[in-house]
């Protein structure tokens, strides 16, 4: 009788409040473990859903996030890298003529820019003024290294690597569900799949 009325307060108290009851009775915990599981069941399809997209990089490629970001703020872009910090977006790297340097958000999904801020680190030594040389005489620039590596997967990084003195683009691919890196040539574009990668 005590139970009746239990389960008869909280079906009012929910009915009011325009939830939902679930079954207390218990004869009813089947059905109860059941929607658990579903619950449990669609929180992970969410979850793959949500990594699908921030490997996919969402609409939005590497070169056209570089592109969007180049819009908001002209310069030469040195990276770009699919970012996940609980909002997923691009972070495009991009040093403007005078040496500053910024890093430009960009929506995977909208490609609009969600905001840009200039890197204060004072690390602007020789290593980072040499990339930066490197980066301005070269043929292919980081949207058509993202551009070329496409080829061989979702572009999910792209940036620069000194390798015993010879720099290269490199770029982080997904393709079914497989993660690789590539060095693009700065000169020809050339793609080649990176041996020293683990």
Known sequence: MKRNIVIATLTAAALATGGTVAAFAAGDDAATATQRHTNTGARADDDASEDRTALSGGSITAAEAISA???????????????????????????????????????????????????????????????????????????????????????????????????????????DGRHSEWKVALGSGKVTQDRDED
């Open 69 to 175: 970001a180049l819009g908001h703020t002209p310069g030469t872009t040195v990276s770009a890298d699919l970012d996940d910090d609980g909002a997923t977006a691009w972070e495009v790297t991009v040093v403007k003529g005078d040496g500053t340097e910024y890093d430009v958000r960009i929506a995977p999904d909208s490609g609009k820019v969600l905001g840009a801020q200039r890197d204060t680190d004072d690390d602007n030594d020789g290593e980072d003024r040499a990339e930066l040389a490197a980066v301005k005489g070269a043929q292919t620039d980081a949207r058509e290294a993202a551009r070329a590596a496409a080829v061989k997967g979702t572009v999910t990084e792209v940036g620069l690597d000194d390798d015993n003195g010879a720099m290269a683009w490199t770029a982080d691919t997904v393709k």
